[in-house]
């Protein structure tokens, strides 16, 4: 959350482009779920289990169209009139053929999600660059003379590039994926409660874990960058100094210096 309440004034100005990713986000979760759910009738009748009970489709008058009941009554329903009114393998092929349309139609709204994606990734890391610069160029000499050159431009260019698939995560996370599990979680509840209330158990348990990973591989990633700046450094005084070092023949030298320094970022990596 911290890291969102950094990123917000510059996802602020294209609200409108999260707000078009989000509807598109919902309408591929709504159309996989359904695509998943109708294997289930698929499998039914391939393998001569399904069965229908007519006093429980007839409920469907009295149930609330707005309830997960009467969408799982529905379906039985229509399935339950295709194979009494022509064969199963007819029932078969329809329930194929809207098996393949929801996929498609899902794809296709996963698609324009990541469209909609695209402009605010590319317009958050031009904002931030022009901020950078900008800031660059108002810092003291002072800075300079502290920082080495290579650990300035490894914030410019990789520290960038991170905050580039980190703005992705990021807003996939906030509304994409809780999307993905509200809906999922329905469509299990439909299926088998028991075995929903037992993902519920065991989410939080894995989530626990996966923080706590998460935090052991940022510390690495910290440090990796810095050995990368370091690299970056050693790359720039070893250009820079070129012809001294060729003076005083020392490519033997620079070269190991360069090598150690590269085989403890491998190490950190």
Known sequence: MTDFKKLFPFIKPYKNFIILNFLFNVLSVIFSLFSISLIIPVLSILFGTIEFNQDEINKISEISIFSLEYIKL??????????????ELYTLGIICFFIVLFSILKNLFRYLALFFLTPVRNNIIRDL????????????????????????????????????????????????????IILFTI??????????????????????IIAIVGKNLKKNSNLSQEKIASLISQIDQNISGIKIIKSFNKEKFIYNIFKKKNEEQKKNS
Not at 187 to 206: A, E, H
């Open 74 to 87: 529905w379906i039985y329903n229509k399935i339950y009139f295709l194979i009494s009114s022509y064969n």
């Open 129 to 180: 660059r022009n901020k950078l610069n900008k800031q660059l160029l108002h810092f003291p000499i002072s800075f300079f003379q502290k920082y080495k050159k290579g650990d300035i431009l490894s914030r410019i260019t990789i520290d960038l590039s991170e905050i580039e698939w980190s703005i992705i995560g990021l807003i996939e996370l906030l509304f994409k994926d809780p999307i993905h």
């Open 187 to 208: 469509g299990l509840s439909m299926i088998n409660i028991k075995l929903t209330l037992l993902c519920l158990i065991i989410f939080p348990v894995t989530g626990f």
